[in-house]
């Protein structure tokens, strides 16, 4: 495994790190936003040596994330090849499968994904924020889920009437704090329950407390991503643990959104968050509210083993039943 999922260079995190030894604060934990290979964008690990290394250091899941494509073929095969480790898929709406798209949406349900994320480097406020599309999503269209009127569009609502009746996760990726709040609203009315406001103090997101408070009114959990304090418009991880103290660590979590080569290694990132958090006052308990408890919740109940395709009666154990002939 490249490296043991540390960084090789002398990597100074931006912020006070507490002398405490963290190790056993990563027992149990989950990273709900990371992300590895293969993946049109250069990653620092594969899925598979990314997630070993999280298994080998007492974490508990993570969810695998790519802006591009879903992610439901990787994470069938962790979860096998590392059964005691939860690795959760996402589908996310990009221009790259048709964005907006509920052909997709239907189709990633029936292959197994749970955790489903509103356009990322597609999403229009994105894009308005940087000025410019990212040059691998630089000719596609930008996509927003309101219309003129501020109400969702025929494409956003035929999402919602795909992911209906599901038990799934709904997170709000880059769409603006607005964009979100209505969006999350109509879905709520509609039964879907595990909504994620995506690294909300980020700083193209940076969604005002009082909208992360209705949000969390509703149901929805509150994202904050260590790689917010990372950024070269950086927000420093004393905001995020202020905006967790503010709305109540139990509607929020840490989550890293790293994998990026330019930043540290994702272990180290959680290291220096922890340790981070542990220099501003946390306490260990809160801590473990953080990156345990809270985001645990949110995946809690989602098979490890989903999709249309699986006959009744399998294991990844024993064989499958014999099903009807379909290619």
Not at 112 to 118: L, P
Request: glycine share 10%.
């Amino acid at each position: 495994m490249a490296d043991d999922l540390t960084t090789s260079d002398a990597w100074v995190p931006p912020h006070p790190v507490a002398r405490d030894d963290v190790t056993e604060m990563l027992h149990g934990a989950y990273d709900l936003h990371v992300h590895s290979g293969p993946d049109r964008r250069p990653r620092r690990y594969d899925a598979l040596d990314l997630m070993r290394g999280y298994a080998a250091a007492g974490m508990a899941g993570a969810v695998v994330k790519d802006h591009f494509l879903p992610t439901v073929g990787r994470t069938h095969l962790l979860n096998r090849l590392l059964p005691e480790f939860r690795s959760f898929s996402t589908c996310v709406l990009n221009a790259s499968i048709g964005g907006l798209n509920p052909a997709a949406v239907e189709s990633a349900l029936d292959a197994g994904v749970r955790y489903f994320i509103m356009p990322t480097v597609s999403a229009a406020h994105y894009r308005r924020y940087e000025g410019h599309p990212p040059l691998d999503a630089g000719s596609w269209p930008d996509i927003t889920v309101l219309d003129g009127q501020d109400r969702l569009t025929p494409a956003t609502s035929a999402v919602l009437d795909a992911l209906q009746g599901h038990d799934v996760v709904l997170a709000s990726g880059h769409l603006s704090p607005h964009e979100t709040r209505v969006l999350f609203r109509e879905a709520h009315s509609r039964g879907l329950r595990r909504l994620v406001v995506t690294h909300a103090s980020i700083d193209f997101i940076d969604m005002p407390m009082e909208i992360q408070r209705e949000l969390a009114a509703l149901g929805a959990v509150i994202e904050h991503a260590y790689v917010s304090a990372l950024f070269n418009r950086p927000v420093g991880l004393d905001r995020m643990w202020y905006q967790m103290r503010e709305l109540g660590l139990g509607s929020c979590y840490l989550a890293s959104d790293l994998g990026q080569p330019h930043n540290p290694a994702p272990l180290d990132g959680w290291r220096a968050a922890l340790g981070g958090l542990l220099a501003l006052g946390a306490t260990k308990d809160d801590v473990a509210q953080l990156v345990r408890d809270t985001p645990g919740g949110v995946v809690d109940g989602l098979p490890k083993f989903a999709g249309s395709w699986i006959p009744d009666g399998w294991t990844p154990d024993g064989e499958a039943p014999a099903t009807g002939a379909r290619s």
